[in-house]
Nanobody
Framework: QVQLQESGPGLVKPSQTLSLTCAVG??????????WGWIRQPPEKGLEWMGM???????YYSPSLERRIVISMDTSKNQFSLQLDSVTPEDTAVYYC???????????WGQGTQVTVSS
């Protein structure tokens, strides 16, 4: 069983960088067959897949975000991170981290964290 916990600021100013971290429990990320992803849900909208990083460090990003997004991982801390640059109020959402299976299914979810972009 994998446990995931997001952390980071709940409020970010426009044009700044949104940074979130997901702590992974229940096993080591090193050599895991899971990939590690980020999904978000803006208010009154559906889920949006943002991107993920494989255990080999290879990243896959949504084309709509690839110019602004970086996903990285630190296996020594058993965590992975999201950076989203140049945020606008449209980036306001609940952000979830997830463990992604080999066919891109979400096997485990974090509880989600609200991030609001506002001055």
């Amino acid at each position: 069983q994998v446990q995931l916990q997001e952390s980071g600021p709940g409020l970010v100013k426009p044009s700044q960088t949104l940074s979130l971290t997901c702590a992974v429990g229940g096993g080591s990320m090193r050599g895991s067959w899971y990939a590690w992803g980020w999904i978000r849900q803006p208010p009154e909208k559906g889920l949006e897949w943002m991107g993920m990083i494989g255990s080999d460090g290879e990243t896959y990003y949504s084309p709509s975000l690839e110019r602004r997004i970086v996903i990285s991982m630190d296996t020594s801390k058993n965590q992975f991170s999201l950076q989203l640059d140049s945020v606008t109020p449209e980036d306001t959402a609940v952000y979830y981290c997830a463990a992604v299976g080999s066919t891109w299914e979400i096997n485990f979810w974090g509880q989600g964290t609200q991030v609001t972009v506002s001055s």
